[in-house]
């Protein structure tokens, strides 16, 4: 199991899902971020003094399934609603496209391909046509209606890399991670269905609660994760993130494949072509240091 968005992503969820996510900046930054405050009704406790929720039985029993289930998991497919709420702007963005996920059967590498084909906001609804491919080594950025292509080599030579661990890759999908690793970097409880939102008519699931322990890179990035799987394939059909800064992103999947036969025309969407650069604006870089 592993969580990051659909979604870090897929990593914020889908943080890796915002333009640009784990991209180079075109544009400098007006003022250098600040760090994310706690909310202010939130007084956060030494380590030390932290209450420790206990496991119970059914997210022992969960956690244990999901981790199980995922060990012969080599494909899957998805539509994907991806929404994006900003806590001080109250503006909300609503993405759908579809998505592919695939373990290479010798290699192991993990790749997998994002369409987004629409994006609603304040209730106007207009065409997208943005891809974000990662092929095991390099991610993807590719903008068709722009004519922007933007490829990063995310991985160093002679790695590997889970895209969708949460910490790990740029696109968070809870998928794959061993329960002991979750339990070390998080508090897990269960999770309740949300009673508003995107993820509100979410049926015959189980939800996990995550949130992080104080000291880990996780804690810097948001304040609480929700899972929710679908309950015969033990996949992730629903995840909601709170950032450190109150923002939330919500991912809900539907029309689930698990282990389906790729056709060779999913199989191209996973390749990363470079573009013509005579009709597209390209930016290529290299993992720092050269091969």
């Given at each position: 199991?592993?969580?990051?968005?659909i979604?870090?992503?897929?990593?914020?969820?889908?943080?890796?899902?915002?333009?640009g996510?784990?991209?180079?900046?075109?544009?400098p930054?007006a003022?250098?971020?600040?760090?994310p405050?706690?909310?202010?009704?939130?007084?956060p406790?030494?380590?030390?003094?932290a209450?420790?929720?206990?496991?119970?039985?059914?997210v022992?029993?969960?956690?244990?399934q999901l981790?199980?289930?995922?060990?012969?998991?080599?494909?899957?497919?998805?539509?994907?609603?991806y929404?994006?709420e900003?806590?001080?702007?109250?503006?909300?963005?609503l993405?759908t496209g579809?998505l592919?996920?695939?373990?290479?059967p010798?290699?192991?590498e993990?790749?997998?391909?994002i369409?987004?084909?629409?994006t609603?906001?304040?209730?106007?609804k207009r065409?997208?046509?943005?891809?974000?491919?990662?092929?095991g080594r390099?991610?993807?950025?590719?903008?068709?209606?722009?004519?922007?292509?933007?490829k990063?080599e995310?991985?160093?030579?002679?790695?590997?890399?889970?895209?969708?661990?949460?910490?790990?890759?740029p696109?968070?999908?809870?998928?794959?991670?061993?329960?002991?690793?979750?339990?070390?970097?998080?508090?897990?409880?269960?999770?309740?269905?949300p009673q508003?939102?995107?993820?509100?008519?979410?049926?015959?699931?189980?939800?996990?609660l995550?949130?992080?322990?104080?000291?880990?890179?996780?804690?810097?990035?948001?304040?609480?994760?929700?899972?929710?799987?679908?309950?015969?394939l033990l996949?992730?059909?629903?995840?909601?993130l709170?950032d450190?800064?109150?923002?939330?992103?919500s991912?809900?999947m539907?029309?689930?494949?698990?282990?389906?036969?790729?056709?060779?025309?999913e199989l191209?969407?996973?390749?990363?072509?470079d573009?013509?650069?005579?009709?597209?604006?390209?930016?290529?870089?290299?993992?720092p240091?050269?091969?």
């Amino acid at each position: 199991m592993a969580v990051k968005l659909i979604f870090t992503m897929l990593i914020g969820l889908f943080q890796g899902c915002q333009p640009g996510a784990a991209m180079p900046q075109t544009q400098p930054a007006a003022t250098a971020p600040q760090p994310p405050q706690a909310p202010p009704d939130v007084a956060p406790a030494p380590p030390g003094d932290a209450p420790k929720p206990e496991l119970s039985d059914k997210v022992n029993r969960l956690l244990e399934q999901l981790e199980k289930n995922a060990k012969d998991l080599n494909a899957f497919t998805a539509k994907v609603m991806y929404e994006k709420e900003d806590a001080m702007l109250g503006r909300k963005e609503l993405r759908t496209g579809d998505l592919i996920y695939r373990v290479d059967p010798q290699s192991k590498e993990k790749s997998f391909a994002i369409f987004f084909d629409f994006t609603i906001v304040n209730g106007r609804k207009r065409p997208e046509n943005k891809r974000y491919v990662f092929n095991g080594r390099w991610l993807a950025e590719i903008d068709d209606k722009e004519k922007q292509f933007i490829k990063r080599e995310i991985v160093p030579p002679g790695k590997q890399l889970d895209p969708l661990k949460l910490g790990e890759g740029p696109f968070p999908l809870p998928i794959g991670q061993p329960k002991a690793e979750v339990l070390a970097r998080f508090d897990v409880t269960a999770a309740e269905l949300p009673q508003q939102g995107l993820l509100k008519d979410l049926q015959n699931v189980d939800g996990l609660l995550l949130v992080p322990k104080p000291g880990t890179q996780e804690a810097k990035d948001f304040i609480k994760v929700e899972l929710f799987y679908d309950r015969e394939l033990l996949l992730p059909v629903g995840i909601h993130l709170v950032d450190g800064n109150g923002d939330q992103k919500s991912i809900k999947m539907t029309d689930m494949r698990r282990n389906p036969t790729l056709t060779e025309a999913e199989l191209a969407k996973l390749n990363i072509q470079d573009p013509d650069p005579r009709e597209w604006r390209i930016d290529i870089r290299p993992w720092p240091g050269g091969q």
